[in-house]
């Protein structure tokens, strides 16, 4: 009998490492973003690594939407969060692949593209699903600025999430498309104020507030349903400043709150180096790895388990 069983046991674990090996974990993306027009062939020539500055635009929205399918299905993101300024943009994504994105909405010109109450009823409607993310920094306002408060309310009464842009923006901002952008304005600290008002609100700092990283860590430490993503700064960083940057994120001890976001902007393939970098992590454990892929994502968007079963399972997804 016990022969039976160890013969079982090692079919079992031979079975679930040949699984592995021919489909990865599954991954959540918490942080896309889509849009209506793309400008072509624009280089992340910003970018701190060689392989980032290499990143091109494509040639309409179009293809970057398709990009960024291909490369969520090479790497088995299940799940993305892809926000915009306009709502046609994200019904058009929505309604393509239903079982890949959920929506948010973006600020425009200092303001969220809906109004409240509109939120509220595209929220109801599974037109939208996220507030955010809210660029306010781009157009010089604080996160408690008073044209906020009551999405605020609206996101805290109905569960809504928000996503806040912390940290920076792409150099030489305030001198082409962003005039009012001042670097302060990024310091995470600066939400405090909406947190205090709105206890049972369920929110996440873009960016991880990065370079602020004292100021998130603050944060994180007071406000305990705080998460972050690691948007952009896991593929447009030095590589170096990154680990540095989400090794002390893990040290102080706040590996359950931190999400897989790519930021891919205009540029898909960010995405693979976005999960590269982060599966190369040398200082992450692989319990580690694994929450920052899909565990905090999946626990803050209280996904069922349906969902995770489904996220999980290898199956074919839906909708194509």
Not at 26 to 45: F, S, W
Not at 133 to 153: F, I, V
Request: glycine share 8%; hydrophobic share 40%.
């Amino acid at each position: 009998m016990k022969k039976l069983f160890l013969i079982l046991f090692l079919f079992l674990a031979q079975y679930a490492a040949a699984l592995s090996q021919d489909t990865p974990p599954p991954i959540i993306d918490i942080h896309l973003h889509g849009y209506d027009a793309v400008p072509p062939d624009v280089k992340a020539d910003w970018a701190g690594e060689f392989n980032a500055r290499q990143l091109t635009s494509p040639e309409s929205a179009d293809i970057h939407f398709m990009k960024v399918v291909e490369e969520m299905e090479k790497h088995n993101i299940r799940l993305g969060i892809v926000s915009s300024t306009s709502l046609q943009a994200l019904d058009k994504w929505k309604s393509a692949r239903p079982d890949l994105f959920l929506t948010g909405i973006q600020t425009d010109y200092g303001r969220p593209i809906l109004s409240p109450d509109s939120l509220k009823l595209m929220y109801e409607i599974g037109k939208v699903d996220i507030l955010g993310e809210l660029g306010l920094q781009y157009y010089g306002l604080e996160p408690d600025a008073p044209s906020l408060s009551s999405y605020y309310k609206v996101a805290e009464e109905n569960g809504i999430p928000v996503c806040l842009h912390t940290g920076l923006g792409p150099p030489g901002g305030p001198h082409s498309f962003a005039p009012d952008f001042r670097t302060t304005l990024g310091k995470p600290s600066l939400f405090e104020p909406v947190l205090v008002k709105h206890p049972n609100l369920k929110a996440f700092l873009a960016h991880a507030g990065w370079p602020y990283l004292s100021e998130t860590i603050a944060m994180m430490y007071i406000y305990p349903e705080l998460y972050v993503d690691i948007g952009v700064i896991a593929w447009a960083l030095p590589k170096n400043a990154f680990y540095s940057a989400l090794k002390e994120l893990v040290d102080a001890g706040f590996g359950k709150r931190i999400m897989f976001g790519s930021d891919q902007m205009i540029w898909p393939g960010a995405i693979t180096i976005a999960v590269e970098t982060v599966n190369e992590a040398p200082f992450l454990t692989e319990t580690e790895r694994r929450d920052i892929f899909y565990n905090n994502a999946a626990r803050f968007l209280e996904l069922s388990e349906d969902e995770k079963i489904e996220h999980h399972s290898g199956k074919s997804t839906k909708g194509k």
